[in-house]
């Protein structure tokens, strides 16, 4: 990808992917829960990118009662082969053209490294798919307007990561907004960040960095709750300018791995988010541990902390002007977990039962970011001109 692709230029102008959800036609099962769970007729899932989200996605996906993984593709068809002998998965192919033209399916998931999500999405949708993409869903937000709205053409649906917004404890939150609990909100504060990933150089390179792989949940919750950002104001760095990466000795790191971002959503409210690869974290990458509050919220009236990551939520601390000592809330056990989003797309596409995550709300996350980059390259406030439907949860 050209290292002017994530520069806000390229798109401004562009207008937001908008409109009502498409009709899925013979896709649509009846509603009732007895007959979702007997369907005869699953979505047949092809998931390209076997290196290790395909670990967390897999298992899910296997238990899925609205779907059945029926292909698989890596362009090291070794990977591909050896997710396939443990899931059982018959089709193997080392690209995406040959998985196209091989063994029927309908929804493509799409695991692979950033950088390579726009091209592919746009493929699988050319050939009649429907996609379910890690996140982002395009390079650029011009390229990622360009994908749905060529999904819409030819009559299918994209949507991609993070599912953040499908939580208990979101929900929660998202509730005792609307309700006033916490009175004229004003401030919001978000990070996310571990020592970076050993595995894979992508992260690092351009199109990667720690926004587009990490600061992407926490800017996805805080829109979510406080509604589609205005403009935003950024100061991202380097701070370890080489990395070891496995197999592939110490490499350049060309993109920000330390982000700070302030968000306006209008009517008084600010945000902020960090996020970065320099963090040390007791849990090491894995954070489902984590028992701080990683999002907090303040206003006149209450103060409000997600206790974990909004990818792994562990409970909800609300304290109000009404009853000041800290009370936990959402707790208990529950099935959210944040893989579950190409099953969830699945169970769409099968019933039609709509998702919470759209791909208007994962393109003005992706505004946002570039935007960051923007404001870093230029000192500049940047105007956002991205928005999707909110709330989200009323």
């Not at 298992?59 to 070794?78: A, N, R, T």
């Not at 380097?238 to 209008?266: C, Q, S, W, Y």
């Not at 707790?331 to 190409?342: H, I, M, S, T």
Request: proline residues 5%; hydrophobic residues 40%.
């Amino acid at each position: 990808m050209p290292s002017d692709d994530l520069d806000r230029r390229t798109f401004v102008g562009k207008t937001a992917a908008a409109g009502a959800a498409l009709t899925l036609g013979s896709l649509l099962q009846p509603s009732t829960a007895a007959t979702q769970a007997d369907a005869t007729k699953k979505i047949r899932i092809g998931l390209i990118g076997c290196g290790s989200v395909s670990g967390a996605y897999l298992p899910h996906l296997s238990k899925c009662p609205y779907g059945e993984v029926v292909s698989l593709c890596d362009i090291k068809p070794e990977r591909a082969e050896n997710r396939g002998n443990e899931f059982q998965i018959a089709n193997r192919y080392p690209h995406i053209k040959e998985m196209l033209k091989g063994v029927e399916f309908d929804l493509l998931v799409n695991t692979t490294d950033m950088q390579e999500h726009e091209h592919l999405n746009r493929e699988a949708i050319e050939a009649g798919k429907h996609v379910w993409s890690e996140k982002p869903i395009g390079n650029s937000v011009a390229g990622a307007q360009e994908v749905l709205a060529l999904a819409k053409s030819k009559g299918v649906r994209i949507w991609g990561a993070p599912t953040a917004v499908n939580s208990p404890q979101f929900a929660f939150m998202a509730k005792a907004l609307g309700a006033g609990k916490l009175g004229r909100v004003a401030a919001a504060h978000a990070d996310y960040g571990h020592e970076g990933p050993h595995w894979s150089s992508f992260f690092y390179e351009v199109g990667g960095g720690s926004l587009p792989d990490l600061g992407v949940y926490n800017i996805t919750s805080l829109t979510g709750l406080f509604g589609p950002a205005k403009s935003v104001v950024a100061m991202l760095n380097i701070v370890t300018p080489t990395r070891k990466i496995d197999g592939k000795g110490t490499i350049k790191v060309t993109e920000e791995d330390n982000a700070m971002l302030i968000l306006d959503h209008g009517n008084g409210v600010l945000s902020h988010v960090q996020s970065g690869f320099n963090y040390f974290n007791p849990h090491g990458h894995d954070g489902s541990k984590e028992v701080r509050h990683t999002i907090s919220m303040v206003g006149s009236h209450g103060f409000m902390g997600l206790v974990g990551y909004d990818w792994a939520p562990l409970a909800v601390d609300l304290a109000t002007m009404d009853a000041p000592e800290i009370k936990r809330n959402c707790d208990e056990p529950n099935d959210y977990v944040w893989q579950q989003g190409a099953s969830l797309v699945a169970e769409t596409l099968a019933t039609g039962k709509e998702t919470l995550f759209t791909p208007e709300h994962s393109i003005h996350v992706l505004d946002i970011i570039c935007a960051a980059r923007e404001s870093q390259k230029t000192g500049r406030r940047i105007d956002l001109t991205t928005s999707f439907k909110w709330p989200i949860v009323s």
